[in-house]
């Protein structure tokens, strides 16, 4: 059925695709190391892959590790030199906000995708003063037990004031929470800052808790982005929260910084493929939104009705 | 010449590999993306890019720059929080000491690589304390002009004393190229490190200059891997020293520290394709070679000899 002449032309166009085939996987290898920065140039020639190393990168560069670990449903950037993460991620939904995850099934847990001996543990927290907070809250991930118990990992807590974390930041929590009322679609990122001391001789200064050392940050941040619908144009907020006893009866609009501020101190360049000018570039949440919870408006509400029964 | 049998064949193998094409590129976007971690997964179809974004990674993940920065004759992993490199990398060997690089012709500048707001300059080291210190030393970059120009980066620079760059660290330095005359290739890893006080409440303290508040590190360390031939086993060392005014007349030796040590502060694994245990495991190079500079160990037997003539 097949003459000499088609195996032969089978042959030749297997060959040229071929020669693609190995172009197009040295092309890709060569644009992905300088980017990986692993220094290794991998070269696929007939079926063997042949790997020239860099002898400035032959024992690999220092590594701390992937810049990005996802979960279920939150992603954390960690940062193995303080044992906290720098960021933690999270989509959430008015639908995404609710399923079978139990709080009382979970308990704090070394993340295993991070090595022992640059991780929390139990241990560090015991006799601190500080208490294990979540960055993505643990209500954003009843979604199912696995995410609950990802939240539970020490690749998503951070040592934070008892008060605040009960007071201020779960109040924070719940305006990202109830903002799935009004936005389809929100992204919270939450993560420690490390602001200085004011002062002649300028400084940063922090506590370390435990064995590992766990560095306390000095505040929190949480970055939101809010959108209505995949064609509206999005809405963001900042928020920086010292990481102090501060009671929920504070107005979350009073702690809301400029979003430049915060990537500023931590470093980071938050929702890059987000535009900064243009049409398309984010509007202020706080104009557009309350920015303050249902309960902090509430009461206020009560107080001025209160304020005008009395005079 | 070619008849419709051979072009038949002929495009039958080209589908065939085209498929392969298509297959091995998908596989390739695949496993990288989950790496890059930017959420992205794109599938080649009829030529055509589709892209679909995992929801939670819709604006990108918080970026902190690339992790491996290549220049001509060294690499370097930024620290954006810090304003200076977590680390620098360089490959040296006898010959790679000399050219036409001069460092009359060189001024400090801010890397163009680097987000100014994100990056130290002239003015944040006017009126401090502290001088420009070279991570990987002038003198290791004579290679050519451009090398020499990038060892003035400031992405190769951190606030050090004074004392200290001219004298121990200095001598560390000299030491590395001596090394160079025993054995065939030397890598060198050079940053810096934030070590806490001791006391009944630990914590980290540093100080911070100019506008961009950049951190003046309370110790600085060298990782040196020295190899006699690709073939021999390589020797290993790693150095702390204090960002404070000590003199070149201290003895290297006494700063020797553990590797992991220096990777627990640090937050990072040096050489990570360096075998740590087995038959190719690294010798320790201070008791394979002097650790120490000629210079010192001429200074101490000429003080023998002095003190024998005298006793």
């Known amino acids: 059925m097949f003459g000499p002449l088609f195996r032969r032309g089978f042959a030749g166009g297997l060959l040229l695709s071929a020669a693609g085939v190995v172009g197009l996987r040295w092309l890709l290898q060569h644009q992905s190391d300088r980017d990986f920065g692993c220094g290794v140039n ?3 020639r007939k079926g063997i892959v042949f790997t020239r190393v860099d002898p400035l990168a032959q024992f690999g560069f220092p590594d701390l590790g992937p810049p990005v670990r996802w979960y279920s449903k939150h992603a954390v950037g960690w940062n193995p030199e303080l044992r906290i993460p720098s960021w933690v991620a999270e989509h959430i939904t008015k639908t995404s906000l ?10 704090f847990r070394m993340d295993p995708a991070i090595p022992q001996s640059l991780s929390a543990s139990d241990g560090d927290y015991k006799h601190s003063a500080w208490i294990r907070g979540h960055l993505v809250p643990v209500e954003d991930n009843k979604v199912s037990q696995q995410a609950m118990d990802e939240a539970f990992l020490y690749s998503n807590i951070i040592p934070q004031d008892k008060t605040n974390a009960e007071g201020i930041w779960r109040s924070l929590e719940d305006y990202c929470r109830e903002l799935t009322e009004r936005f389809r679609y929100v992204w919270v990122v939450s993560g420690p800052l490390f602001r200085p001391t004011e002062g002649t001789q300028r400084s940063i200064k922090y506590q370390i808790i435990g064995d590992a050392g766990v560095a306390v940050p000095t505040h929190l941040y949480k970055v939101v982005v809010a959108q209505g619908s995949s064609e509206q144009r999005p809405a963001l907020a900042a928020f920086v929260i010292p990481n102090s006893p501060i009671e929920a009866d504070w107005s979350l609009h009073s702690f809301q910084t400029e979003l430049i501020e915060v990537e500023r101190t931590a470093g980071l360049t938050f929702f890059p493929r987000l535009a900064r000018v243009g049409v398309h570039a984010p509007q202020d949440l706080c104009a557009v939104d309350v920015c303050e919870t249902q309960a902090f408006v509430d009461k206020w509400a009560k107080e001025r009705r ?5 005079g």
Not at 102 to 107: F, G, Q, T
């Open 98 to 107: 609710h399923g079978p995850g139990e709080r009382s099934k979970a308990w």
């Open 42 to 44: 991998s070269i696929l």
């Open 306 to 310: 209160k304020m005008r029964a009395q």
